[in-house]
C-alpha cells in the first residue's frame, strides 16, 4: 500500500475497531468505517471516515481488533484534487489520498479533519484529524 498517513503530534488515545482477520494493514492505513464498528482500507472518496491505523496489522493471525487513531495531526497525501488551508478534510479518490470536503461530504458525515497546509497533487500537507470541521 502507498501513501500511509504518518502520525506527527499523537492528541488523542488510539481505541479498537473490528477488522477481518484475513486482511493485512500497514500502519497508517486510512481506514473507512462499517456498520458493527468494522474498519476496511479505505479505496476512495465517498467513504466513512474509519481512523487511522496505529501499528501495522499482518493477514491470517488470528487478530480482529486493531488500534486507530481519530485524532492527531497527520502528513497526509494529497489526492488528484486540491486541499486549502483551513478547509475540512475528505477522503479522495485514491486510497490514503485527501482532499477539501464538499457541503455534501459535511452533510453525510464524511468530513473528518482540517487542512492546516495547502498543497496539491501528490504533495504531503499536515492535516489535524478530528478537529475543525
Do not use: H, W
Amino acid at each position: 500500500m502507498a501513501d500511509e498517513a504518518i502520525l506527527m503530534v499523537e492528541t488523542e488515545i488510539a481505541v479498537p475497531i473490528n477488522v477481518s482477520d484475513g486482511t493485512g494493514l500497514p500502519k497508517g492505513t486510512c481506514l473507512q468505517l462499517g456498520n458493527g464498528n468494522v474498519g476496511t482500507k479505505s479505496t476512495g472518496a465517498d467513504e466513512l471516515f474509519g481512523g487511522i491505523t496505529r501499528s501495522e496489522k499482518i493477514a491470517d493471525t488470528g487478530i480482529t481488533t486493531i488500534g486507530v487513531f481519530y485524532g492527531g495531526i497527520f502528513k497526509m497525501v494529497v489526492g488528484t484534487n486540491n486541499c486549502t488551508v483551513g478547509k475540512a478534510c475528505a477522503y479522495d479518490d485514491a486510497a490514503n489520498t485527501v482532499t477539501d470536503s464538499t457541503a455534501n461530504d459535511n452533510d453525510l458525515g464524511r468530513s473528518f479533519g482540517k487542512f492546516l497546509e495547502t498543497g496539491t497533487s501528490g504533495q504531503t500537507v499536515l492535516v489535524f484529524v478530528g478537529k475543525g470541521y
